[in-house]
Every structure is written in structure tokens, then in C-alpha cells.
């Protein structure tokens, strides 16, 4: 819902559900920025040129904005101006002449129409080509057609070929739009360079989104289901000849590594600390830190693309605050807030004090980050995985997640690869196979340069313990100066480096920096 700019000064608008501060969802109109943080609402002109002197900013900094689009259903449903323009063309409708709520909102628009696909597909390009934005992150993707999400991708690559695009592969209560054409999982093979959320990985690391006291492999459930979900997403969910696809909820159905994005925790849903914290019994802080770390170790490894919830490097919580009036959304135990969309500041600001108090914690995601971003070896493609990855040369314990990668190219300093999870349930013997490692990955340190060397026949992993080894080629440099040296805002970016991709959007059209979500990701700066 949007935020009301008349009030941005009235202290009853502040502490309150859909005060102030609210994510900003505004289904009603499409290509406007968000007045709220303007110096000026009134004026159109502020509001955008102060978001363009934005974009910019980040721009400068080698940080890109994607943002987060909502044009599955309408604020309003028989009043809204579609409706008024063409009576029961621009919304789907049940048999019985109701509006169809696949949104959960109320009702969701008819993307496999023509007016509606090029409403959207004219949107994307304004947003693009306006304001220079970079990537676009759709809402229940599941209620768009496959075909409006090809449009989509083709009209922004014709624009800038690294834009990307990506979304949830679900709706919120059933759809009037066939499944064989929804824009979801079972549709990749037609959605090339589309990327959705992978809910497969995420709930088999730390267990089921909607129950907070269920738990995961990381705390150390080990079935044969929940087991192969953390081999298959280490791979990318492709296909590959070790992985057992019957056994997953959805089989194997990414075609490519970059359809998948791996991540654990995000804006909806609780944070992975209050996960962590209400699915284990009795840990104590340290032992939360170190599943924590794990959690986002395994995304940050893995084939794909990877997604970070932004402030979850600082152990990023979202305390329970019961406003006087509106809708509870804290857990029953009234600790933390699993659905803060119209929750105040108290609830979603990150606490920069978490910082300083988790500066551990910081750290080894900045090794984790720099290490993604250094290594070729996180960027396979499907035909490499299959005929270069072996998870068969380590012990079939299902506490273990372990994965041999050679890397044929001369040109690539990782000629192989070793990355191993090891789960809650204890101790265990990682394999060396007879070679000499260096670990740049361990219990609690991540980065680019080597931890230790490895020259035993095997390595005790603790408890939720990643380590991630590697075997020089014959001949290569690692780290090199430009790993260890990156280039700092203002200065030149060398060709073909890699930079920050920071997701800051909440709502249809607004920006909130940090506020509501946040992820981190990984591609080229676009120029301004």
C-alpha cells in the first residue's frame, strides 16, 4: 500500500502498522517514482530527478539497482481504471464471473493479453531506459505467461544484455492461468536468461518458511529428500547423473545455473537469525553463528545465483513490536516479526551496532563475497557440471555435502576444487584423495587467501563446519594483485571484472534502501 506524503511529519503516522514506514507497494500506478523520499512530494520533478541523482550515485560507487515489480494485480479491483477502460479484459475471472485471486490480494491482471503484456513490457523499458535500472525482480511470477516474461526479457537485453530478470515461481492461492504457461519452474526450458527463487534449496538448509520451529539439514536433519536438496543445489539444480530427482519436490528443473537463485533468507518470512534462533533449542550465540554462517556458506558456493537478504551479515533480526492497533504478524511467542510489510522502523531498520557486536560474523561474508566474485570455478555452466563434478568420490553419509570439481580451462587458476558442508550432527572425515589443498574456507574465516595447506589423508570437519579447497594449476597465481587489490569507487573498473549487484527495492516502484530486503549478487557494472 502506499505511503500517504502529507503525513511524513504527523508523529501519529509513526510506530503504527502502515505508518511512515511501510514497503511501499503501489499497484496503482506503475511508472512513478515513490514521493516519500523525496525532498519534495509535491513536485514530480524532484521526485524524478532526485531518483535519478541516485541511481547514479550507486552508479558511481559500481553498485546497480534492481527493482522490485508488482504488476500481477491492482491496489483496487471493479473500481480500477482497467476495469473502467475495458470491463473484464485487463483481470482474470473465475467461472462464476468472480475476480480471480492467484494474488491473494484481491484479484491479479491477465498478463497473456496483449494490452496487459505490452502495459508491462512498456513499463520495464520506461524503467530502464528513464532511469537506468539494471535488473528487475517480479512478484509472483507464477500469475505472468511464459510468453509476457520472454517479451519482457527480450525488449530489456535488446537494451543492455546484463540486465536481469528474475522472480518468484509461486502465486499466493491458485490462478485461472494455465500452469503449462505460467511463468514457473516447470516452464524453464522456454525461459532461457529468466532466473527464479529456489524455495527447494532454501527450506532444505534451515527447514520450511511457514514453520518457524521446523529445521533443516543444517540443524541436522539428514533424510534422503532433504539430503540430495542440498547436493542439487550445489549444482545449480541441472542435471546431473549423481543426484537423485525423484527424491526432490520439484525434480531437477533449471537448465542452466543462471535460472536458479539460491538463497536462504530474504525480506518475506522470518530472518535467518530468528529462524535459527526459533528452530533450535537452548543454543547459545556462538553456536547460532556458526549455522548462520553455514547457512549463506552454501548459498555463496553454490552453481547460480546468489542472493543475500540484506543485513544478514550483521546477524540482521526483526525484533516483535505489537502496534496498539492492526495485524499481528509476530510469532506466538511475540520474539521476532515474520511479516514486516507494514511494520514500523523499530522492526525493519538495521541496527548498525549489530556490526560492531557481530564484526565475526561481517567478516566472513566479506571473504565469502570477495571469494565469489574472484573464482571462475562458482561460474560453471550445465555442461561443465555434468562432466566435471563428482560427489561420488566422498562418503554417502548424508551429514556431508561434498563436491569434486576439475576445471579443464588453462585459463582458470583453480585446477581443482573441493567444497564440503558438514551438518549439526557431529564430526566427520572429509577425503583429501591423496593431494595437497589450500583452504581459503573454514569454521570461521573466508576470503582469498589461504587459511592453511592440507597435506594429511584427511580433514576433521566440526559441526557445521564449509571449508572450500583448492589445488593450484601447474604454473597460475592465486590470489592475483587485482583480487587482493580491487578497484575503489571513482577509479577506472578494469574489462570483464566483476562488481556489486545490490538489491535495495520493496515496493512496485519504490526504492528502500535496506529497509524491507535486500540481497547481494554479482555482475558487470552497467555504465551510466
Known amino acids: 500500500m ?43 520533478s524532484v521526485r524524478i530527478t532526485e531518483f535519478k541523482q541516485m541511481v547514479q550515485n550507486y552508479h558511481d560507487r559500481n553498485i546497480r539497482i534492481v527493482l522490485d515489480v508488482v504488476y500481477n494485480h491492482t491496489a483496487t479491483s471493479g473500481d480500477s481504471n482497467f476495469e473502467k477502460i475495458l470491463p473484464g479484459y485487463y483481470f482474470r475471472f473465475t467461472e462464476g464471473g468472480q475476480f480471480s485471486n492467484g494474488s491473494g490480494t484481491g484479484n491479479e491482471t491477465a498478463s497473456e493479453r496483449a494490452m496487459v503484456r505490452k502495459l508491462i513490457v512498456d513499463s520495464v523499458v520506461f524503467w530502464a531506459e528513464e532511469y537506468n535500472i539494471s535488473g528487475f525482480r517480479f512478484d509472483l511470477m507464477k500469475l505472468h505467461d511464459v510468453e509476457t516474461m520472454q517479451a519482457v526479457r527480450d525488449a530489456l537485453h535488446a537494451i543492455d544484455p546484463t540486465i536481469i530478470v528474475y522472480g518468484e515461481p509461486w502465486d499466493a492461492g491458485g490462478s485461472q492461468l494455465p500452469a503449462e504457461i505460467a511463468a514457473y519452474n516447470a516452464n524453464l526450458d522456454q525461459m532461457e536468461n529468466i532466473s527464479v527463487f529456489n524455495d527447494d534449496l532454501r527450506d532444505g538448509v534451515k527447514g520450511s518458511v511457514f514453520n518457524s520451529r521446523e529445521g533443516g539439514w543444517l540443524h541436522g536433519e539428514n533424510s534422503l529428500a532433504i539430503h540430495q536438496r542440498i547436493l542439487a543445489g550445489m549444482i545449480g539444480y ?70 543475500l537478504h540484506g543485513g544478514v551479515e550483521l546477524l540482521r533480526t526483526k525484533p516483535c513490536v505489537v502496534p496498539a492497533g492492526g495485524e499481528r504478524t509476530c510469532d506466538g511467542d511475540n520474539l521476532f516479526d515474520h511479516n514486516s510489510y507494514r511494520s514500523p522502523d523499530e522492526v525493519n531498520q538495521i541496527n548498525w551496532q549489530w556490526k560492531i557486536d557481530h564484526a565475526d560474523t561481517y567478516e566472513y561474508y566479506r571473504g565469502l563475497v570477495a571469494l565469489r566474485k574472484a573464482a571462475p570455478i562458482f561460474a560453471m555452466s550445465a ?146
Open 2 to 44: 502506499a505511503i500517504d506524503e502529507t503525513r511524513i511529519e504527523d508523529p501519529r503516522y509513526y510506530g503504527v502498522h502502515d505508518g511512515v514506514f511501510n514497503w511501499g507497494y503501489m499497484t496503482l500506478h506503475f511508472n512513478v517514482v515513490e514521493g516519500s523520499y523525496a525532498t519534495d512530494p509535491y513536485d514530480g
Open 383 to 528: 555442461e561443465e557440471i555434468a562432466e566435471n563434478t563428482t560427489f561420488n568420490v566422498f562418503s554417502s553419509s548424508r551429514d556431508l555435502a561434498a563436491l569434486f570439481i576439475y576445471d579443464p580451462n588453462p585459463n582458470n587458476p583453480w585446477e581443482y576444487t573441493i567444497i564440503a558442508h558438514n551438518n549439526a550432527n557431529g564430526e566427520t572425515n572429509l577425503d583429501l584423495l591423496n593431494m595437497t589443498w589450500n583452504m581459503v574456507v573454514g569454521k570461521d574465516q573466508a576470503g582469498l587467501e589461504t587459511i592453511q595447506v592440507l597435506d594429511t589423508a584427511n580433514y576433521r570437519l566440526m559441526p557445521n563446519e564449509t571449508v572450500v579447497l583448492y589445488q593450484l594449476r601447474r604454473g597460475a597465481e592465486w590470489p592475483s594483485e587485482a583480487d587482493l587489490n580491487p578497484v575503489l569507487p571513482g577509479e577506472e573498473t578494469p574489462a570483464g571484472s566483476n562488481n556489486l549487484f545490490i538489491w535495495i527495492s520493496v515496493g512496485v516502484i519504490s526504492l528502500v534502501a535496506l529497509g524491507g530486503a535486500g540481497a547481494f549478487m554479482f555482475l558487470k557494472k552497467r555504465d551510466a
Open 238 to 307: 541441472v542435471n546431473h547423473p549423481e543426484i537423485n530427482a525423484p527424491a526432490l519436490p520439484k525434480g531437477l528443473w533449471a537448465f542452466e545455473p543462471n535460472q536458479t537463485v539460491n538463497y536462504v533468507s530474504a525480506h518475506d518470512n522470518n530472518t535467518l537469525h530468528d529462524k535459527l534462533v526459533l528452530s533450535t533449542t537452548d543454543l547459545d550465540l556462538e553456536t547460532i553463528k556458526t549455522m548462520h554462517r553455514q547457512a549463506n556458506a552454501i548459498v555463496m558456493t553454490a552453481q547460480g545465483i546468489p542472493f
